[in-house]
Structure formats: C-alpha cells, structure tokens
C-alpha cells in the first residue's frame, strides 16, 4: 500500500508540473515555478520518470545518424568563431526594419516577431529610448537546460538554435527564458503550404511547424555564408555591430565600419541583459547617450506609465 500510494503521488505530482508548464505561457512565475519543481525532482532518488527523461535525452545527443546533412550542420556550428552583437541604443529610431527583416526571411506572421523593438524607460526622471531585444544566445542557456529532448541546443560558436523536427511542443524553454525570446506556433504558418516541400533547414528554422517554437537564430543561415545577420544589415541607423569575439573585431551593419570589440564596449560603457541571472548573455548593449533622435511623444507616455506602475 506504501509503494502504490508513493506511485500515486509521483503520478499527481507529474500531471501538476504538466499543468503549469501548459498554464506559463512564457511567464516569470510560471518558469521559477517550473524549473524550481523540475530541480527538486531531478534532486530526488528514484525518480522513474526523470530517469526516462534523461536517458532519452541521452539517446538523442548519441544519435547523430538519424540527423539530416543539414541538422547535422546546424548543431556543429563554425569552427574557430564566436559570434557576438553589440547594440547601440544611442542610434535607435525604432525604423523596425529589422524586425521586417527577419519575419520575412523566416516566414514569420505579422503578429511573430524574433526581433521586438521596445520602448524603456529607466525612472521617472530619465529619458525614455529604444531598445532592440533579440534572443541572447546565452552561454549558460537555461532553455536548453530544461529541454527533455534536446531540440534546443547551445552551438560552439555561441549559437543556441531550436531544432523543430524534435520539438514536442512543451514549451518549458519558454518558461525557462527570462528575456521572454521565445514564441510558440500555435496555428499554421504563414507559408505552411509554400514551403510544405522544403527539406528542413535548422539554421534557418524552415519550414516553419505548428506546436513547435520558434526564436531568433541570430541568422546562422547568412554567417555560414560570411554575411552580416538579416537584421544587422537591413538596419538603416547603424544601431548593430556584430563579429567574433575570438578575432575581437566587429562590423556595423550600416556604415561597414570594423572596429575592435574590445574597445567599443571599454569606451562606450556596454552592458548586458540582468548578467545577476548567470545566463552569461552574447548580446552586449551601449547605453543611450547623445542619441541621435529623441522618442516619439507617444511612445514617451507608454513607457511613463509603464515606470508610474511599477514605481507605485
């Protein structure tokens, strides 16, 4: 009776972390909820289906035969390259061709977008500014810690892609995300039926598919090629640099000034993304001094109310 009581147990506490996962959504309760439960069950001995979990996990990491060329490819990444962005808020005028751009080079709905221009504000009494907020291809990924089937996955190169022919569709990275960089595909893609053909391209994420997730590949599609990201380049106010940390150099996507990245984040005082998490993000910014154009008037009072809230 203790034995099958304990199963019960185990069985309702499985169907509870199920439930929430569903019920996130992507939010910062649900993800603390769900990844502090995930650790606590990892922690337990005898856990039969956290053992599953990880042995299956385990299996697909070894399995490099079941993967096409160019899954294969994908996860390898480019050898010897560390990729890095630098954003400059200084020159963002919220133009949004970036985010045009990436939305029609992966096929992305109006609604879906990998990149999300937002409008912040710091305080009552500091301007407001723009800020681009892209997926920040952590070092220390806390999605794709959490994934139990390894279909997100950290590249060598300082990629971190979603492999959509393994996605089951549970949508614990989106809760393990704190930079909220990630979507899920709740209906047909917008060109589901166009590219119903296409062999699938993990570095560019197409075709796209319902129930899976999609984010922001920092392009690995055009760096296999040698090119700037779709964004950087389609970027009309020279608010992207982007390069290889390993060289230390970076390229601006407007101008095609090249400068050392070193001394672009030494003089300009950049930063990153709540580095007090871990995540060690690849995304560094420069904060917005002498800015090149001040925020629209409506979008100064969006983001006023946004500081009224949660200074109230």
Same mark, same amino acid.
């Given at each position: 009776?203790?034995?099958?009581?304990?199963?019960?147990?185990?069985?309702?506490?499985?169907?509870?972390?199920?439930?929430?996962?569903?019920?996130?959504?992507?939010?910062?309760?649900?993800?603390?909820?769900?990844?502090?439960?995930?650790?606590?069950?990892?922690?337990?001995?005898?856990?039969?289906?956290?053992?599953?979990?990880?042995?299956?996990?385990?299996?697909?990491?070894?399995?490099?035969?079941?993967?096409?060329?160019?899954?294969?490819?994908?996860?390898?990444?480019?050898?010897?390259?560390?990729? @890095?962005?630098? #954003? *400059?808020?200084?020159? =963002?005028?919220?133009? /949004?061709? !970036?985010?045009? $751009? &990436?939305?029609?080079?992966?096929?992305?709905?109006?609604?879906?977008?990998?990149?999300?221009?937002?409008?912040?504000?710091?305080?009552?009494?500091?301007?407001?500014?723009?800020?681009?907020?892209?997926?920040?291809?952590?070092?220390?990924?806390?999605?794709?810690?959490?994934?139990?089937?390894?279909?997100?996955?950290?590249?060598?190169?300082? @990629?971190?892609? #979603? *492999?959509?022919?393994? =996605?089951?569709?549970? /949508?614990? !990275?989106?809760? $393990? &995300?704190?930079?909220?960089?990630?979507?899920?595909?709740?209906?047909?893609?917008?060109?589901?039926?166009?590219?119903?053909?296409?062999?699938?391209?993990?570095?560019?994420?197409?075709?796209?598919?319902?129930?899976?997730?999609?984010?922001c590949l920092m392009s690995a599609d055009r760096l296999r090629e040698g090119k700037l990201p779709y964004c950087v380049s389609a970027c009309p106010n020279g608010v992207?640099?982007?390069?290889?940390?390993?060289?230390?150099?970076?390229?601006?996507?407007?101008?095609?000034?090249?400068?050392?990245?070193?001394?672009?984040?030494?003089?300009?005082?950049?930063?990153?993304?709540?580095?007090?998490?871990?995540?060690?993000?690849?995304?560094?910014?420069?904060?917005?001094?002498?800015?090149?154009?001040?925020?629209?008037?409506?979008?100064?009072?969006?983001?006023?109310?946004?500081?009224?809230?949660?200074?109230?």
């Amino acid at each position: 009776m203790e034995i099958k009581g304990s199963r019960l147990k185990n069985a309702s506490r499985r169907k509870f972390l199920q439930q929430l996962a569903l019920w996130g959504g992507g939010s910062v309760l649900a993800g603390g909820a769900v990844l502090s439960a995930l650790h606590y069950e990892h922690k337990k001995k005898g856990a039969p289906h956290i053992k599953e979990i990880a042995e299956h996990k385990h299996q697909l990491k070894l399995n490099k035969e079941a993967l096409t060329e160019l899954q294969r490819r994908g996860r390898e990444g480019i050898p010897g390259k560390r990729w @890095v962005w630098v #954003i *400059d808020l200084a020159k =963002c005028k919220n133009a /949004r061709r !970036c985010m045009t $751009a &990436c939305q029609q080079a992966h096929h992305l709905r109006p609604e879906q977008s990998h990149m999300n221009v937002l409008v912040m504000q710091a305080s009552e009494h500091t301007p407001a500014y723009y800020m681009p907020k892209p997926c920040q291809h952590c070092d220390n990924p806390p999605c794709v810690s959490v994934c139990p089937v390894d279909a997100t996955f950290k590249r060598q190169d300082g @990629v971190v892609l #979603i *492999d959509n022919q393994r =996605c089951i569709g549970c /949508r614990f !990275c989106i809760a $393990a &995300c704190p930079y909220n960089a990630r979507m899920f595909n709740w209906i047909e893609p917008l060109y589901a039926k166009e590219d119903a053909n296409m062999e699938y391209n993990v570095e560019l994420n197409l075709p796209q598919r319902k129930g899976t997730i999609t984010k922001c590949l920092m392009s690995a599609d055009r760096l296999r090629e040698g090119k700037l990201p779709y964004c950087v380049s389609a970027c009309p106010n020279g608010v992207y640099w982007f390069g290889d940390e390993n060289e230390d150099v970076v390229t601006n996507g407007t101008t095609h000034e090249t400068m050392r990245l070193s001394e672009l984040l030494e003089k300009n005082g950049a930063y990153q993304l709540m580095p007090e998490l871990g995540t060690k993000p690849r995304v560094y910014y420069l904060p917005p001094k002498d800015r090149s154009m001040p925020v629209k008037e409506s979008d100064k009072k969006v983001a006023s109310e946004y500081v009224h809230h949660f200074e109230s």
